[in-house]
């Protein structure tokens, strides 16, 4: 019986409501990690060529961050929800799963659209590194790659903001 | 709010008026001078050659480039705020002799330079000769190693460790002595003094040991005279360099002077540039290029001055002249986000207008706090007076002021005040627990999305459909300009129609909703096939059109991401407040809060204007615009003197 006692204390409700949150920071600042690490290295070797082109590779650079900051956004709507900076809310064991499953669609998609986007401004850098004044085209189309990620934190935003219980 | 109504002109000049006619045309600034083609006018033309004066004016320009930075390092002139450029009279500059005697200075400053790098270059060829000649320092010989009758005298290196008995013990026999110099960590410096005939065959015996010759060409005296010499040449030449650099810094107080300069020669590289597009005959040149035809009338006074023929006429159907947007002030600085799609085509409609407005209302929708919002606003307006921008980055600027004017309005309503920092003070350091009921002002006069995310998804919904309807309406306009109304009627007023149904269903009730919705729909049915002639294929383009409406709800749908930028500030705004205020009203608990505050909120700001700016863009040129836009436009790009330090 005690092993089944440490697992319901692991798994309570507000632990698994943590775990969503934490996914959704985790998962998305991996990608985001990933993405502007795939964009810094190109960037690296555009501005070798001509230093001046730093302000503009940074721009660049600086769109694969965005999945990180909006999983830190779905994270601190859960733990405002369930009260943790104030008053804690009870939850039950299957409440706080609940949260872990809204979670979910942003964490994964936040994942692998960070990355995806990095890999679009890798090639954006190429381009300016061709057209340095073409900047708006490659910045357009590798926003395009965040619409999936702002789909999956909308939905994640609302499952949580319309909850029931907390 | 439209695009300029463009008009082509020709010029026939004789050969020698030409750079009257182009130094006219380039105060002008009115004139996109472009190529002229070898056929124009039915004569065959050729280039005129400016080659040598081109390369000319550009190896004058970069000297004066190599020159400027150097000065400006070592002038003592402070920089000013706002914009500095004076207005010069650049032709008395010309003929008041200033400009022959600034070309001295250059001259004088370009040659200290080239001296400097030649003393530099020779100082650190010294300073590696000292380093190579340091172990042979107490060797007597002169360096020159003049070799008698019957002996050789040899110096060279062996690897470190050797010692005197593995030399002689190789040597042997033969009539050679070699004595060791000095040792260092990495080798050992010897001499070998050999017999004539034993030359050679010593050195094969030190080679197995790693003997490697070393010889110092051009030095004729023993190491330590050689190695005084240098330190006092390098001490020399350091001397000249400082007397140089000292020189330079006098030479800084004809900076401004040399500033003018650069303005003019780098306006007769464009005078230069423009020349080499004309063609001529033997006795006359041609010119051909755009000019708005606002300014024609001030064009042809000029022109009617010189010694030319010339003709305005409108562009004919195969010519594309270029595009200038002509905008009110506050539309001209969003022109450049419309450049940054691209250009709208000549003769099409110019979007600038109306998408400035919807701009301004999602920015500030997604960036609603007043405290972000004034923050943009005091740099967009006051960043560009204080530092003298070009007017093109002067615009941009001016754009992200208006945006934050937006951004301030969206705060009051949506209730966003640096995130929730005046709750965050009050709460956790002033200790009033129900802020939010005593002073409910601070939560936004409407509604605070934080807490009613979905009531804000409807209004950018909302926002989203106006904008869509809005594009939707230019095609309209621009079907009815052409004369297709039907076309009009059919492809956007039938989808008006169905949208119209879609609010009568939730004002009316289901079935009014029902009869509007099918009414829009038999519309589109019945008509999107009317350019096909048999029957059934009529019928299924018609059916096949209705699937348009997964375009235009995925498009409206897209405007869900004003909900996702519009928390995403907040929310991470509120966050920063939490950290700043958790230490309560102490005097650590202050410091925390001016330092959180600070570091975070320029973060914060810093990532989601980026956020901002690039989705609200996005929206404009994949929403708006793919309703209506004809883009691959050419910018208008008038001849203009180059006014980067001074004004013509």
């Known amino acids: 019986m005690e092993f089944l006692e440490i697992l319901e204390q692991i798994f309570s409700g507000q632990n698994l409501a943590i775990l969503g949150a934490g996914l959704a920071v985790a998962l998305s600042g991996m990608g985001s990690a990933k993405g502007v690490g795939i964009v810094g290295e190109a960037a690296s070797g555009l501005v070798s060529e001509n230093p001046k082109l730093f302000g503009k590779s940074m721009i660049l650079q600086a769109l694969p961050m965005t999945q990180g900051v909006y999983g830190l956004v779905a994270a601190f709507f859960i733990i405002f929800k369930i009260g943790l900076f104030t008053e804690p809310v009870e939850l039950t064991t299957s409440q706080g799963a609940y949260f872990l499953m809204a979670a979910l669609p942003y964490a994964l998609v936040g994942y692998s659209s960070a990355i995806k986007q990095g890999r679009v401004s890798a090639a954006g850098i190429n381009l300016l590194a061709k057209r340095p004044d073409q900047l708006g085209k490659a910045v357009t189309s590798a926003a395009l790659v965040e619409t999936y990620a702002i789909f999956a934190l909308i939905i994640t935003l609302i499952i949580v903001s319309i909850c029931p219980f907390a | ?648």
């Open chain 2, 1 to 648: 709010m439209s695009i300029s109504i463009m008009k082509k002109l020709s010029v026939i000049t004789p050969k020698d008026s030409v750079d009257e006619m182009i130094k006219r045309l380039i105060k002008l600034r009115c004139v996109d001078v472009r190529n002229t083609e070898s056929d124009e006018c039915g004569y065959l033309l050729e280039k005129m050659n400016y080659d040598v004066q081109r390369s000319d004016a550009e190896k004058r320009l970069a000297e004066i480039e190599r020159v400027l930075p150097v000065l400006t390092k070592y002038s003592s002139r402070m920089s000013k705020l706002g914009d500095g450029r004076m207005k010069i009279d650049r032709e008395e500059f010309v003929s008041d002799g200033s400009f022959k005697h600034t070309w001295e200075k250059i001259e004088a400053a370009d040659s200290d330079l080239k001296r400097i790098n030649e003393c530099k270059n020779r100082i650190s060829a010294d300073e590696k000769l000292i380093v190579s000649l340091t172990p042979w320092i107490d060797y007597g010989v002169s360096l020159r190693l003049c070799n008698t009758d019957r002996a050789d005298l040899v110096i060279g290196s062996m690897p470190a460790g050797t010692e005197q008995s593995d030399i002689d013990e190789a040597l042997g026999e033969l009539y050679a002595s070699v004595d060791i110099v000095s040792r260092d960590a990495g080798a050992v410096y010897v001499s070998l003094i050999s017999l004539k005939s034993d030359t050679d065959e010593a050195a094969k015996k030190l080679s197995s040991l790693g003997f490697i010759r070393i010889s110092f060409p051009g030095v004729d005296k023993t190491p330590k005279k050689a190695i005084a010499f240098l330190n006092e040449e390098v001490a020399q030449l350091n001397s000249e360099i400082e007397n140089l650099t000292e020189d330079l810094r006098s030479l800084s107080e004809y900076l401004s002077d040399i500033e003018v300069l650069y303005d003019i020669e780098n306006t007769s590289l464009t005078e230069i540039i423009n020349k080499q597009k004309m063609a001529a005959t033997e006795d006359c040149a041609v010119l051909v290029g755009w000019a708005p035809q606002m300014r024609v009338e001030k064009l042809s006074a000029e022109l009617d001055k010189l010694c030319c023929a010339y003709e305005i006429e409108d562009p004919s159907e195969t010519e594309t002249p270029p595009v200038l947007l002509n905008n009110n002030r506050f539309s001209e600085n969003f022109e450049w986000v419309v450049g940054m799609y691209s250009y709208p085509k000549y003769g099409s409609f110019d979007p600038t207008f109306i998408m400035s407005i919807f701009y301004f209302f999602i920015f500030g929708l997604m960036f609603a706090d007043v405290g972000y919002g004034l923050v943009l606003t005091v740099c967009g307006f006051a960043l560009p007076a204080l530092m003298g921008m070009s007017e093109k980055t002067k615009r941009s600027f001016n754009m992200f002021g208006y945006c934050g004017i937006s951004s301030m309005i969206m705060g009051v309503i949506f209730g966003g005040w640096f995130g929730d920092l005046p709750y965050a003070i009050m709460q956790n350091m002033a200790g009033i627990e129900n802020a939010k009921e005593i002073y409910p002002f601070f939560d936004g006069l409407w509604f605070n999305p934080m807490d009613n995310p979905m009531t804000f998804l409807v209004v950018a919904l909302a926002v989203g459909g106006i904008h869509l309807i809005a594009g939707m309406a230019i095609k309209f306009y621009i079907l009815c300009k052409e004369g297709k109304v039907f076309d009009a009627i059919f492809d956007i007023g039938s989808w008006w129609v169905i949208f119209a149904g879609i609010g009568v269903f939730f004002v009316f009730g289901a079935l009014p909703g029902w009869i509007t919705v099918g009414v829009g729909v038999a519309m589109i049915v019945f008509t999107h096939g009317r350019h096909e002639k048999n029957i059934v294929v009529k019928l299924l383009k018609g059916i096949l059109g209705l699937y348009d409406i997964t375009s235009y709800a995925s498009d409206l749908l897209s405007y869900s991401r004003i909900l996702a930028l519009g928390l995403a500030s907040a929310v991470v705004g509120q966050v920063i407040n939490l950290i700043g205020t958790m230490s309560g009203a102490t005097v650590g608990g202050f410091v925390a809060l001016i330092l959180a505050t600070l570091i975070g909120h320029t973060l914060n700001l810093a990532i989601n204007i980026l956020g901002s700016f690039v989705h609200t863009s996005r929206l404009q040129y994949l929403e708006f615009f793919n309703k209506f836009y004809e883009d691959g436009g050419d910018p208008f790009e008038a001849v203009e003197p180059s006014e980067e330090y001074t004004i013509d």
